[in-house]
């Protein structure tokens, strides 16, 4: 199975502030990796699938990037609707796998 | 507008049975692989099954492999699954999910306790 190590687990930060989260696969995922944003209560959303095609309505401030098995989700300006959970996801090959999140939480 | 309801959800006791169901609208159903993901509570995401678009294909990890069965109806535009010998470890939200985890339903929980 390939596992994805997501970090960090826990990032503080303002509004306004450019964030950066990362995952790291345990092999090669062909850039099969999407991103998802989770708040309390609420089923996860697509953010941005296949490392750097953002999902319909997603806002522009949200983007991805990497290759092989490093990838990043990065967030330019933060805004207060931004807080919450993030995940990634890979699909390249069964089983998918998800990292464990990283709480992005108001500094 | 793509939605997904998930139903069938509840508290269920160890070894026991449960069928969960998702109804689609707002796309064509036929056209798409379908999902389910699952959520144990206050944990991370695990991916559960797969199925094609046609269901003649599916896909398990190895933690539900030969106790949980997914399966359609294209005709009602309906996603199914259906879990046998149930354990605590499988409480958790149900959520059904279009193609590999790209729209989601709001989820269903399952409480499986004696």
């Known amino acids: 199975d390939i596992q994805m190590t997501q970090s960090p687990s826990l990032l503080s930060a303002s509004v306004g502030d450019r964030v950066t989260i990362n995952c790291k696969a345990s092999?090669?995922?062909?850039?099969?990796l999407n991103w998802y944003q989770q708040k309390l209560g609420e089923a996860p959303k697509l953010l941005i699938y296949?490392?750097?095609n953002l999902q319909t309505g997603i806002p522009s401030r949200f983007s991805g990037s990497g290759s092989g098995t490093d990838y990043t989700l990065t967030i330019s300006s933060l805004q207060p609707e931004d807080f919450g959970t993030y995940f990634c996801?890979?699909?390249?090959?069964?089983?998918?796998?998800f990292g464990a999140g990283t709480k992005l939480e108001l500094k | 507008e793509v939605q997904l309801v998930e139903s069938g959800g509840g508290l269920v006791q160890p070894g026991r049975s449960l069928k969960l169901s998702c109804v689609a609208s707002g796309f064509t159903f036929n056209n798409y692989w379908m999902t389910w993901i699952r959520q144990a509570p206050g944990k991370g995401l695990e991916w559960v099954a797969s199925?094609?678009?046609?269901?003649?294909?599916?896909y398990y990890p190895d933690s539900v492999k030969g106790r949980f069965t997914i399966s359609r109806d294209n005709a009602k535009s309906t996603l199914y699954l259906q879990m046998n010998s149930l354990r605590s470890e499988d409480t958790a939200t149900y959520y059904c999910?279009?193609?590999?985890?790209?729209?989601w339903g709001q989820g269903t929980l399952v409480t499986v306790s004696s």
């Open positions: 999910t279009r193609g590999r985890a790209a729209y």
């Open positions: 296949n490392t750097n």
């Open positions: 996801f890979q699909h390249n090959s069964w089983p998918d796998t």
């Open positions: 199925i094609t678009n046609t269901g003649g294909s599916t």
């Open positions: 092999q090669n995922i062909n850039k099969y």
